[in-house]
């Protein structure tokens, strides 16, 4: 029986390699079904160990989906098969860029270019593409040799626009395009990534329009619609961005690693309960990936299921690797256990967050939060400060740094936090209030009169209603009592009459302006 499943084994994969080559595997790869671009990879390696090329191609498919650690057993399986096949090397190169370790990579690549010799051009194209969004210069380098050896490659001048593209020369890159079309105008690719460069130039009509142009070459392209989707994610129009997202993911391999990409789409998108739902069937076929708790877990928060945010984020810190715990996952951290009543604890992970990001600013919006509510009101201030100095500032956040500088008793800082607040917003009602009392803090006796502007503009915003009776209460009692005193202190006592009166109307009880009223 054994030996019957080993022979039947056996046939399969000498059919599966009869009737797939390299190319199809790489033509998979092109349209993103990963699944089985390494299938056939696999088919071919079982069919012919010692052809290296192969394992190459294998480990880049792991390289594409983060999978390190297989990618570089494929690599090293490559140099085992053919030690003097030059690109294995080349796949350790890009590992060592992705760990930061430019120097070994070099290495590596060089002796790649030693093994391949000078005229491969091949060789020198794969390093080129693994240098073009870590370093330009050797991106160009490598490619401009390659070019030398074949100038009537589409592949080529399409990677040289790639470079281009990551370093937002847009122009040089659409140059670069079409030359590729120039030689074969049957390119989807191209017309893909001319679009990214208008998406890149916020010119979104000439984007889609390219990207329709792709479509229209091939309409089982499957990265033109995840384009498409980006594209639409970034003006905001979330249905139809998830729409073309959910074609990308039906047209592709449908596999564990695009369905995640589909589940971080839709939390993206804003759509976290269909995020969740994603997730919790993926976690069924496979509940190892550190990514779907981090998925998980910030889906929760938004959605406010802080007690399983707060498992699932936990989760993540335990199984993740520690070079792959991200900045937002301190954030998030922090912020649901806030939310879980841990403020110390989610304060010293807001602030690991912000040491680790310093891009990311809604953790400063978070860290003055925290700190406001414990009643700290000088580190407050200065989480908010960190988002106004950026220009990133809220109107919220604005409110909240005057405050905390009003509680911390800094009051021209705060009345210049209010001011800025006001030119802003300038029918935002609480920031005159706040400069009003400010200001009552530098004038104690009301004689200058310095508060009543800013308890003028309040009560021009906001009006009392007797069908809600408690909504502004306590504010409207305090401009008009002001505005009362102010007027009695001015001896115009028709006008001070007029505003306890108001006083009286609003609070009935209120034992000062019944003793007021009686004196004028």
């Known amino acids: 029986m054994k030996r019957l499943f080993n022979l039947f084994t056996l046939l399969i994969i000498g059919s599966s390699a009869f009737a797939q080559t390299a190319t199809d595997g790489m033509q998979a790869v092109q349209v993103e079904k990963y ?50 096949h030059p690109y294995s090397y080349i796949g350790l190169g890009k590992i060592d860029l992705k760990k930061g370790d430019d120097a070994v990579a070099k290495l590596n690549f060089e002796k790649a270019v030693t093994l391949g010799g000078a005229k491969d051009f091949y060789t020198l194209l794969y390093i080129g593409e693994a240098y073009s969004k870590k370093n330009s210069e050797q991106a160009l380098l490598y490619l401009n040799r390659a070019l030398k050896l074949n100038a009537k490659s589409p592949e080529l001048y399409t990677a040289i626009g790639d470079v281009y593209l990551e370093k937002n020369m847009g122009s040089e890159a659409i140059l670069n395009y079409d030359k590729a079309f120039a030689i074969n105008k049957n390119l989807p690719k191209v017309n893909l990534r001319i679009g990214q460069v208008y998406k890149r130039a916020l010119n979104y009509q000439a984007s889609q329009e390219s990207i329709d142009k792709a479509i229209a070459l091939d309409p089982n392209y499957a990265p033109a619609y995840r384009e498409l989707g980006e594209l639409w994610y970034s003006q905001g129009k979330y249905d139809k961005a998830i729409e ?125 939060s925290a700190y406001y509510k414990m009643k700290n009101f000088s580190k407050s201030a200065a989480s908010y400060q960190k988002k106004i100095d950026n220009k990133k500032a809220t109107t919220i956040d604005y409110f909240y740094y005057g405050r905390s500088l009003y509680l911390n008793q800094e009051f021209e800082k705060s009345d210049s936090a209010f001011a800025t607040l006001n030119r802003v917003q300038p029918n935002f009602p609480t920031a005159y209030l706040y400069r009003a009392r400010i200001n009552s803090k530098m004038d104690m006796d009301s004689k200058k009169g310095l508060s009543k502007p800013f308890y003028e503009k309040f009560l021009e915003l906001v009006n009392y209603d007797p069908a809600t009776p408690t909504k502004n209460k306590n504010e409207l009692v305090e401009a008009n009592s002001y505005m009362g005193y102010y007027y009695f202190l001015q001896k115009d006592n028709a006008k001070a009459r007029t505003f306890w009166q108001k006083v009286k109307d609003i609070d009935p009880a209120n034992k000062q302006a019944t003793e007021v009223l009686k004196q004028l």
């Open 244 to 368: 073309n997202y959910k074609k990308y993911v039906d047209m592709t391999d449908n596999s564990f690693d695009t369905r995640s990409r589909y589940a971080s789409f839709l939390f993206l998108t804003k759509d976290y309960k269909s995020a969740v739902s994603e997730i919790n069937q993926l976690m069924q076929k496979d509940s190892s990936k550190y990514v779907l708790y981090r998925l998980l877990a910030y889906s929760a928060y938004e959605t406010e299921e802080y007690p399983s945010g707060l498992m699932a984020i936990n989760k993540l810190f335990t199984i993740a690797p520690s070079n792959k715990i991200i900045g937002s996952d301190y954030e998030y951290l922090g912020k649901l256990q806030i939310k879980s009543g841990q403020d110390s604890l989610g304060i010293q992970n807001l602030e690991k967050a912000v040491a680790q990001d310093t891009t990311n600013l809604d953790s400063y919006s978070e860290l003055g």
């Open 35 to 84: 699944a089985k671009a390494k299938s056939i990879f696999q088919s071919l390696i079982s069919a012919k160990p010692t052809d290296a090329p192969n394992y190459y191609f294998l480990g880049d498919i792991y390289l594409k989906n983060d999978d390190d650690d297989s990618a570089k057993i494929a690599f090293d399986k490559g140099i085992a098969a053919n030690s003097l």
